[in-house]
């Protein structure tokens, strides 16, 4: 629950040290970290103005606004939450094959579509990312030293061929795949 530290304090060690031993490397976790934390505060800035708890400061905004003793523990609380799971996250997808991850969920019993649709998802985001770089090299090679405005004509012709080849691609798949039955 919100405000209880206990089980969190005896997490935070037990995780740091399974970051350690798996030697990943720090900018990787920082990289992550910093990326989710911001917006986690943003929506956990409110509840030290809305939880109920003894007053500790009161101020005018446009309305009385109270911080209360309560809030600042559930704020706190919600931050460190995040900071674990961010940190526990980064280690099960750093240190397991995504087949295996998908695996995992299927024996959790996660709905099958989920597991299909993400299976799908990872295995063909790398043929879209292939194709984005070579779409990215005609069209740096096309706009070399011209006005950005050009590249930027350039970066749209890029954006609607990327998603006319991809719709096309996943109409080949489909079809291939109802033929297999």
């Given at each position: 629950p919100n405000g209880?530290?206990?089980d969190l304090i005896i997490f935070t060690p037990l995780i740091i040290t399974l970051l350690i031993l798996s030697k990943l490397p720090f900018?990787?976790?920082a990289k992550r970290t910093l990326v989710i934390i911001?917006?986690?505060t943003m929506i956990a800035l409110s509840l030290p103005f809305i939880s109920p708890g003894k007053p500790l400061w009161t101020f005018e905004f446009i309305v009385p606004l109270t911080i209360t003793d309560e809030g600042i523990f559930r704020f706190l609380s919600v931050i460190l939450?995040?900071?674990l799971a961010i940190w526990i996250m980064t280690l099960l997808t750093a240190t397991t094959r995504f087949?295996?991850?998908v695996a995992g969920m299927q024996k959790l019993k996660l709905p099958t579509i989920?597991?299909?649709l993400l299976g799908f998802i990872y295995r063909y985001i790398f043929l879209f990312i292939d194709e984005v770089e070579h779409l990215n090299i005609g069209r740096n090679s096309r706009s070399f030293g011209k006005h950005p405005m050009i590249a930027m004509k350039g970066f749209g012709w890029m954006?609607?061929?990327l998603f006319t080849r991809s719709f096309s691609r996943g109409e080949r798949i489909y079809q291939a795949m109802s033929a297999r039955g």
């Open positions: 209880e530290f206990m900018g990787s976790i911001p917006m986690v939450k995040a900071l087949r295996d991850l989920f597991t299909s954006l609607s061929s």
